[in-house]
């Protein structure tokens, strides 16, 4: 619906805006339709975007402007600006562009065109900026992904990662493959909450030979 319709729909609130008009509510949350939401809801695995909180059991969820709509109109009904937060990551973004949009330091990372790893570093419950990333500085000061209670959900993930380790640490030397396999395919791909945390957790584990590569 959004492909189909975005060109049309930009024109229309290009042409309101130009007039100097306010556009009507219809008109402002054209992107929250039904099939929409639907899509990014499949596409972000049900994920907020930017702190991996599963989040559909306990709240709808956002749809996300990543650059804000009040800033740059344009991109209201763009497919790729759209994605899913929740409630406190979007409370907390509110509609950051920086105080210098065409100063790149000042841009927060986005979930799909960054590599988050390369701006932050994934220490077990702990997710931090790089030093020498100043977008992911100015990501963390906005979004705060180092709040408590995030940080007590994602010590529950590692916890239970913990579990599947011990268990292949104690398991008979057949088993161990069977043990490693399911951990790698069914704890760590991109549906599972805390994902890229959790990779770099097993990584961290495999390079001090604690699991077979």
């Known amino acids: 619906m959004l492909v189909d319709n975005a060109d049309n729909w930009h024109a229309e609130l290009r042409a309101i805006l130009d007039r100097g008009e306010k556009p009507s509510d219809a008109v402002k949350g054209r992107y929250r339709h039904p099939t929409i939401k639907s899509a990014?809801?499949?596409?972000?695995?049900?994920?907020?975007?930017?702190?991996?909180?599963?989040?559909?059991?306990?709240?709808?969820?956002?749809?996300?402007?990543?650059?804000?709509?009040?800033?740059?109109?344009a991109k209201a009904y763009s497919w790729p600006?759209?994605?899913?937060?929740?409630?406190?990551?979007?409370?907390?973004?509110?509609?950051?562009?920086?105080?210098?949009?065409?100063?790149?330091?000042?841009?927060?990372?986005?979930?799909?065109?960054?590599?988050?790893?390369?701006?932050?570093?994934?220490?077990?419950?702990?997710?931090?900026?790089?030093?020498?990333?100043?977008?992911?500085?100015?990501?963390e000061a906005k979004i705060k992904l180092l709040r408590l209670e995030l940080m007590e959900r994602r010590r529950?993930?590692?916890?239970?990662?913990?579990?599947?380790?011990?268990?292949?640490c104690l398991a008979d030397a057949p088993?161990?493959?069977?043990?490693?396999?399911?951990?790698?395919?069914?704890?760590?791909?991109?549906?599972?909450?805390?994902a890229a945390s959790s990779r770099a957790y097993i990584k961290f584990l495999r390079d001090q030979g604690v699991l077979a590569e």
Do not use: W
């Open 40 to 73: 990014l809801i499949q596409e972000t695995h049900g994920k907020c975007a930017y702190c991996e909180s599963k989040l559909r059991h306990i709240t709808h969820g956002d749809i996300e402007h990543i650059i804000p709509k009040s800033k740059v109109p």
């Open 81 to 139: 600006n759209l994605t899913l937060a929740c409630d406190v990551c979007n409370e907390n973004k509110g509609d950051y562009l920086g105080d210098d949009p065409a100063k790149s330091d000042e841009t927060l990372i986005d979930p799909y065109v960054d590599e988050p790893a390369e701006h932050f570093l994934f220490l077990r419950e702990i997710v931090t900026p790089r030093p020498n990333s100043l977008r992911a500085m100015a990501t």
């Open 156 to 168: 529950e993930r590692m916890e239970f990662l913990d579990g599947l380790v011990r268990a292949y």
């Open 175 to 194: 088993f161990k493959p069977i043990l490693l396999d399911d951990l790698v395919n069914n704890h760590l791909s991109e549906n599972n909450e805390y």
